[in-house]
């Protein structure tokens, strides 16, 4: 393949994003874990998976770095996923020692390599990792946001009888229970959600985005996998084949919003350079008021960081 992508743990997130990128021929992927035999076993079921799919990407599986060097992409999902009751901030400090040293080794092999962080709690994971890379916040970004929106979509979908593909859904804010889903940008078909559904089923809808994360949590006992991983797929595919699509990701505000200094998903521009731009779009004096609230709760997780 033309591309090179390192995965950073190779657990439900990791590895089912690394079988979908090679699957799709995105380009080729190392896989990295700390538990031995896993992310070799992993990558060699897939690749033996590879003459019935049929592809030709290759996917690597080990406990070290060295084979990682020249990727143009590291995805990160290293860390302890979220148990029932546990919020995603209570993970903040052990994750916080997981991701910093996953940057430090995996940086000097890849110098040129964006990051995109999965790890949680997100926001804050992702000033982990811009802080202890140093790199610009072109190249330092989270995600959250598509699986919330894919997410808003699907039950969008679902209670309207119609394709998922015929649906568009904005969540902005925080990856936690401050996220802030947008019907007014959400449309079916074109057509504003607010002019399809009566107010108490789009809050039914909207509530339920909300508590997606936990609503999977309560009934797997560990965090969802098969929805994030084709979130980050669908961002690395959007940098790597430099699509410049338009994506709600995790990114580091500099005066956009009227914020600064914290990283909150927003719209943004994905390309071969990263975060190519960050859209802005107008908010209500409530909407605003939310996204702030959000940017209020990343801000209380940066003062715990160490790095
Ligand atoms: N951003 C999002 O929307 C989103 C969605 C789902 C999960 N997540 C988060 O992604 C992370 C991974 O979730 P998961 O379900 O795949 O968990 P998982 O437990 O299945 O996998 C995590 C893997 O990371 C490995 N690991 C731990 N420390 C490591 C290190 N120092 N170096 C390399 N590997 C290391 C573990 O051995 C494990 O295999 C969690 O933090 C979870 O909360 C985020």
Known sequence: MQH???VVGAGNVGATAAQRIVEKEIADVAIVDIIEGVPQGKALDIME?????RFDARLSGSNGYEGTAGSDLVVITAGVP????????????INAGIVSDVVRKVLPGSP???LIVVSNPLDAMCEVARRVSGLPRERVF???GILDSARMRWFLADALGVSVESTHAFVLGGHGDTMVPLPRYSTVGGIPVTELLPREKLDAIVKRTRDGGAEIVNLLKTSAWYAPSAAVVEMVDSVLRDKKKILPCAAYL???YGMSDVYLGVPVKLGRKGVEQIVEIALTAEEKAALEKSAGAVRELFQILKV
């Open 254 to 256: 500099q005066g956009e």
């Open 49 to 53: 998976s590879a003459p019935v799919e």
């Open 82 to 93: 979220r148990k029932p009751g546990m919020s995603r901030d209570d993970l903040v400090t």
């Open 112 to 114: 040129k390599a964006i």
């Open 4 to 6: 090179k992508v390192t």
């Open 142 to 144: 989270g995600m959250a």
